[in-house]
């Protein structure tokens, strides 16, 4: 059926009929649509799920069950809007470039979310006999095997659930190693100044004392601060490499050497791994161990925060201490040593209940598989080839931190090119999504003053780093002309909401919906 | 390759106007000895049609858990999760994006997770809970560590009734951090021994009900004693779905609650990635780990929502934040919120008691069957004695195309008690189901 234009206008009528300070009727913004919370939707005795009789009566539970449940339910269509309205006020991959630095922000293949909802992984419970999940077992192996290889390491731990927890794991590996070989008594941790907040917060969880290494105006860690600061009440170091200032430590192989000299061990932040998949192996560099984020390198879905995967690579010297559970091949398969005996024996104990992020698992081996060698090394090279490029277009306008020799895979500015303007680093991440773009990693590292780190990752066309940059060239010159500053004060103007009061929310925390706060509005 | 779009045109004239003769120019600073000439020993690139074909291969090496009958639980369960749940959780919005540091662009995310906290807060009876932790385990190590920060005592007991591997995973994390674990023995009825188990120094007692046996309890009258020596009361949960027919943790006392949110929304993905539900009173939020979403006002004064409190957190306190946690399982909660949204509070107290009416339909057929039923109150999940050592019973049913539940020596092969197996029934369980179980034990 074709639509009757007979009679229609099919062409817009008058050049003065912009946005500019239009107000609907009703207060609405067209597509972008207002949306209340559940709470207030109604709907407390509603519900969206049609569900049979209840045949028995819970007299044997007397005295034990609750006398009501006061949450709100919504039928299946209001349901689908409620959750369809929200998502549109979210920024995503899938829209735009999204630059987080240290984030790695890359496409998520839908092959490997088709692949994690195969029954034969999803509905495969962590508990059933061993004899039916053969395929399951044999997948976690080759992921393994596949880790194995790219960082040229001995062994490796899969349970971690993200970054941190792999952080966690790793550490508490080099304790238990220490505490085996007689040097409990190690217990300080060296970390640059440049780490994630990760670093520092993983070495105090596990008790240990973290001592900052300084770094070199050049942006790598200094080797005289480092040789002068280890000892043997070092039990490890945790440098990130490439670094949070997207370079690639030059010095990482004398780094190793001074650290294993001096009996620590040299725990590497594997977050940025994405900048070296397939060309180095950290294995070669001297690391003991170091955490993958498959949600960074790996692809697996971001998901608004989580769930990510973290499994830690580890070297020979630590691998015995790994944690329960993995996967060993027996007479009749594979199996799993899931309490610390036998195999296991020295196993540091359990990072959590069953084996780990197992969707996630199914979603990073289809996407090596997708890659595999040759496309890993590409990589790498697109991502850092993408960096570099948006380092060089504008580093004329903006001032690289660090801008002798090449970044890796992320580019880091400084923020000495809004000297005088009155304009900040956070008004430009601001005013960028008035421009279509989610903003840099703003502010981290610390080490750098006012810092904007772009990691574009090697998923972005030309075209669409073209877009990226000519927004930001132009807000650059935007930012440093005489033009009013409101464009950058008070941005964003385009975004569903403007900028939120974070020091209301910290003072006077409303961290759940209550009657109540409907009253006080 | 099909993800990525830079042509060998792009790669040249890129390279141009970065001023670098070839790729390897912008690795210069790799060590020469660490740069690899070419692929590493690993198989080349695949096409979409050939890695589905290699992954569907290793997922019918698999036995799926809806292809016969099944009754294993132990902290995963297997629900029914509405359709609408996974499309909405796969919409590019949500599926890929970041943690929402930028609220102007992430009030999708900031929203669900107020709702999330508030859902959470309601159903174990407490005043507000964070963003989601990574599963159920790990929330209760936390809770153990949050303990200590808040009475600062070393010491925690934890119960016998406690799945063993999130005391496991708790004497892991606490252990590293200088507490001392009292970790009593496993039992069937393990919470009446808590209470002696208490002293001055107890930073907390983490309790589970219902527990890993399935016995549900009140434990009242544990958070009393605890509370009577200055320590806090942690009740945890592995099966979310009772929050519809059993009483709070909040209502019974508890000073943290946390739980395995996976029954909600979730699959069983082999183990996770699943959600961890961490509550706790109103004073004691500033102690809290993990993300939060606070409710404010953006700069109209229009209602938003931002992730707050994070002077708690690593990004900002380093080394004396709460937590290392960074990433949590945010899109594992929005699927929580949405099947909850779909239930609302009279869905799920129905579907609560269609598994526990499912459960007290398997114990009847279970005890019919000769076997004795060791959990005296249970909501979706019981402990039966075996004829003999319950792991091989399990193997041979296995092959009989019946999953029979979990055999408790596979969670702690060291607690003597090789002759129990766990047995769970929830909605999805049919009476066919249970006649068939019935009739293999009956036949052993």
Redesign the interface.
């Known amino acids: 059926m074709t639509m009757n234009t007979v009679g229609r206008p099919t062409r817009p009528e008058g050049a003065a009929a912009g946005a500019e300070g239009f107000q609907s009727l009703t207060g609405a913004r067209g597509l972008v649509q207002d949306e209340p919370l559940i709470f207030e939707l109604g709907g407390w005795t509603k519900t969206g799920v049609d569900l049979p009789d209840v045949t028995e009566d819970a007299d044997d539970l007397a005295g034990l069950t609750r006398a009501g449940l006061e949450l709100p339910g919504l039928s299946e269509p209001e349901a689908m809007r409620h959750f369809v309205r929200l998502s549109q006020k979210n920024h995503a991959i899938d829209l735009a470039l999204y630059p987080l630095g240290s984030c790695t922000m890359k496409h998520n293949p839908r092959l490997n979310e088709k692949a994690a909802r195969m029954a034969g992984f999803a509905d495969l419970h962590p508990l059933q006999p061993v004899s039916t999940t053969q395929g399951a077992l044999a997948l976690m192996d080759r992921l393994a095997h596949w880790l194995k290889t790219l960082t040229g390491m001995p062994g490796v731990a899969l349970s971690p659930k993200a970054g941190a927890h792999g952080e966690l794991c790793g550490l508490l590996c080099i304790k238990a190693a220490h505490e085996a070989a007689g040097q409990g008594s190690r217990r300080t941790v060296l970390v640059p100044t440049s780490a994630h907040g990760t670093n520092p917060a993983t070495a105090a969880f596990v008790g240990y004392t973290v001592t900052e290494i300084a770094q070199t105006a050049d942006g790598r860690v200094d080797l005289a601060d480092l040789e002068a600061k280890l000892g043997d009440h070092v039990a490890a170091i945790m440098v990130t490499n490439p670094n949070t200032c997207g370079l690639f430590e030059r010095d990482i192989i004398d780094i190793a050497k001074l650290t294993h000299a001096a009996g620590a061990y040299f725990y590497c932040d594997g977050a940025n791994f994405n900048a070296i998949v397939g060309r180095v192996r950290p294995g070669d560099l001297g690391v003991d161990a170091m955490h993958i984020n498959l949600h960074k390198t790996f692809s697996t879905p971001h998901g608004g925060g989580g769930p990510g995967a973290g499994p830690v690579v580890l070297s020979a010297a630590l691998a015995p201490f790994a944690p329960a559970p993995w996967v060993v091949s027996g007479e009749a398969g594979l199996a799993l040593a899931e309490a610390a005996e036998g195999e296991a024996a020295q196993a540091f104990g359990r990072m959590c209940a069953f084996h780990g992020q197992m969707g996630m698992f199914v979603r990073a081996y289809a996407y090596m598989l997708s890659h595999g060698a040759d496309g890993l090394r590409q990589v790498a090279e697109d991502a850092v080839l993408n960096a570099n490029y948006i380092k060089a277009r504008l580093g004329d306008v903006m001032t690289p931190a660090f801008p002798d020799g090449p970044c890796m895979h992320e580019a880091l500015f400084d923020d000495r090119w809004l000297d005088g303007t009155g304009v900040t680093t956070l008004d430009i991440a601001k005013a960028m999504i008035d421009e279509g773009f989610h903003p840099m990693t703003m502010y981290f590292p610390l080490v750098v003053h006012g810092a904007m780190l772009i990691e574009p990752t090697e998923t972005e066309s030309k075209r669409e780093l073209d877009r990226f940059c000519d927004a930001l060239r132009a807000l650059a010159l935007a930012a440093k002309g005489n033009d009013d500053k409101d464009r950058f004060k008070n941005a964003p103007h385009l975004a569903p909401l403007r900028r939120l009061d974070e020091t209301l929310a910290a003072r006077k925390p409303k961290l759940a919906w209550r009657p109540e706060t409907l009253a006080a509005e | 390759?099909?993800?990525?779009?830079?042509t060998a045109d792009?790669?040249a004239?890129?390279?141009g106007?970065?001023?670098?003769p070839d790729?390897d120019?912008?690795?210069?600073?790799?060590?020469s000895?660490?740069?690899?000439p070419?692929?590493?020993?690993?198989?080349?690139?695949?096409g979409?049609l050939?890695?589905?074909r290699?992954?569907?291969?290793?997922?019918?090496?698999?036995?799926?858990?809806?292809?016969g009958p099944?009754f294993?639980g132990?902290?995963?369960y297997?629900h029914h999760v509405?359709a609408?749940v996974?499309?909405?959780?796969?919409?590019?919005?949500?599926?890929?994006?970041?943690?929402?540091?930028?609220?102007?662009?992430?009030?999708?995310?900031l929203?669900?997770l107020?709702?999330f906290?508030?859902?959470v807060?309601?159903?174990t009876?407490m005043?507000?809970?964070n963003?989601?932790m990574?599963?159920?385990?790990?929330a209760c190590s936390e809770a153990v560590l949050m303990a200590k920060r808040v009475n600062r005592r070393g010491k925690a007991v934890l119960s016998g009734g406690l799945?063993p591997?999130?005391a496991?995973?708790t004497?892991?994390?606490a252990?590293?951090?200088?507490m001392e674990i009292v970790r009593l023995p496993a039992a069937i009825d393990a919470e009446a021994a808590v209470i002696d188990a208490i002293d001055d120094q107890t930073a907390c007692v983490v309790v589970q009900t219902p527990n890993v046996f399935g016995v549900?309890?009140?434990v009242t009258k544990i958070a009393e004693a605890a509370h009577a020596r200055g320590a806090l009361l942690i009740v945890v949960t592995t099966e979310a779905v009772s929050?519809?027919?059993?009483?709070?943790p909040g209502?019974m006392g508890a000073d943290i609650a946390v739980a395995?949110g996976q029954s909600i929304g979730n699959?069983?993905?082999?183990?996770?990635?699943y959600?961890g539900l961490f509550a706790t009173r109103e004073k004691l939020?500033r102690q809290m780990p993990g993300?939060?979403?606070?409710?404010?006002?953006?700069?109209?004064g229009?209602?938003?929502?931002?992730l707050?409190?994070?002077?708690r957190?690593?990004?900002?306190?380093?080394?004396?934040?709460t937590?290392?946690?960074?990433?949590?399982?945010?899109?594992?909660a929005?699927a929580f919120t949405?099947h909850?949204?779909?239930?609302?509070?009279?869905?799920?107290?129905?579907?609560a008691?269609?598994n526990?009416?499912r459960a007290?339909?398997l114990a009847r057929a279970v005890a019919g069957a000769g076997l004795e039923v060791l959990t005296p109150?249970f909501?979706n999940e019981i402990a039966v004695r075996t004829k003999g050592p319950a792991a091989p019973l399990?193997?041979r049913l296995?092959?009989q195309g019946i999953?029979a539940g979990?055999p408790f020596s596979?969670?702690?092969?060291?607690a003597g008690l090789d002759d129990v197996l766990l047995l769970a029934a929830t909605?999805t369980t049919t009476s066919d189901d249970i006649a068939a179980l019935a009739a293999a034990l009956k036949a052993l």
């Open positions: 390759m099909r993800y990525l779009p830079l792009d790669r004239e890129m390279l106007v970065i001023g670098a790729i120019a912008l690795f210069a600073d790799v060590p000895a660490a740069r690899l070419g692929p590493v020993d690993l198989p080349r690139h695949a979409e050939e890695v589905e290699e992954l569907a291969g290793l997922a019918a090496l698999n036995r799926a858990a809806g292809a099944f294993c132990a902290g995963a297997r509405p609408t996974d499309h909405i959780i796969q919409r590019s919005e949500f599926l890929t994006s970041y943690t929402p540091y930028q609220p102007e662009i992430a009030q999708g995310t929203q669900v107020f709702e906290q508030t859902q807060a309601g159903l009876g005043d507000v809970a963003a989601s990574y599963d159920g385990s790990t799945h591997h999130y496991a995973t004497q892991t994390i252990h590293a951090e200088g549900v309890t009140d929050f519809g027919l059993l009483k709070s209502e395995e699959a069983l993905n082999y183990g996770g990635p959600v939020v993300r939060l979403c606070g409710e404010t006002v953006d700069a109209d229009q209602r938003g929502y931002v707050t409190l994070s002077t957190e690593q990004h900002i306190r380093r080394e004396k934040a937590s290392n946690i960074c990433t949590n399982s945010g899109l594992c929005l949405i909850m949204t779909l239930l609302g509070g009279t869905g799920l107290q129905q579907l008691r269609i526990h009416a007290r339909e109150r909501f399990v193997e296995a092959a999953l979990v596979r969670l702690d092969p060291h909605e």
